[in-house]
């Protein structure tokens, strides 16, 4: 069980240090762009924005990541790492192992979808029932 969160542990700082190196990375050549001479070519100018604009979308997903390893990181500091929030059993390292940031077991996490599938379906299944079909007309 400790052996199992260590483990996590190490793959998760991993994780977040070559999150961090990512951003750098895309910050870094974001500000590399070419500054103060305009080029004075529209095209050029247009493209440059559009790589800046891309840069800050992959920043917001590896800022995402960041959040959800430091919560990751939180959650072995008290303990709670790694085990399932639905049923509180211990989460096998195989599927954290893919997936580092799971709430659940496998088992819980499909119970869980199920729910939401049928959740979805009644409120589907409910609007459609909503629209009036004249019953009262019925012969
Ligand atoms: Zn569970």
Not at 58 to 68: A, M, Q, S, Y
């Amino acid at each position: 069980m400790v052996e199992r969160v260590d483990e996590m542990k190490a793959i998760l700082l991993k994780l977040k240090e070559d999150t961090l190196k990512e951003i750098n990375k895309t910050l870094k050549s974001t500000s590399d762009l070419p500054s103060g001479e305009p080029s004075g070519d529209i095209y050029d100018q247009a493209s440059s924005e559009r790589d800046r604009e891309l840069g800050f979308i992959l920043n917001d997903r590896e800022r995402e990541k960041l959040r959800n390893i430091d919560e990751a990181l939180l959650r072995i500091e008290e303990g709670d790492y790694g085990i399932c929030e639905e049923c509180g059993c211990d989460i096998p390292l195989g599927r954290l192992k893919v997936m580092p940031f799971a709430h659940y077991c496998v088992k819980c996490k499909e119970d869980i979808e199920k729910l939401q599938a049928q959740t979805k379906r009644f409120e589907e299944d409910r609007v459609y029932n909503e629209i009036p079909f004249g019953e009262e007309e019925e012969a």
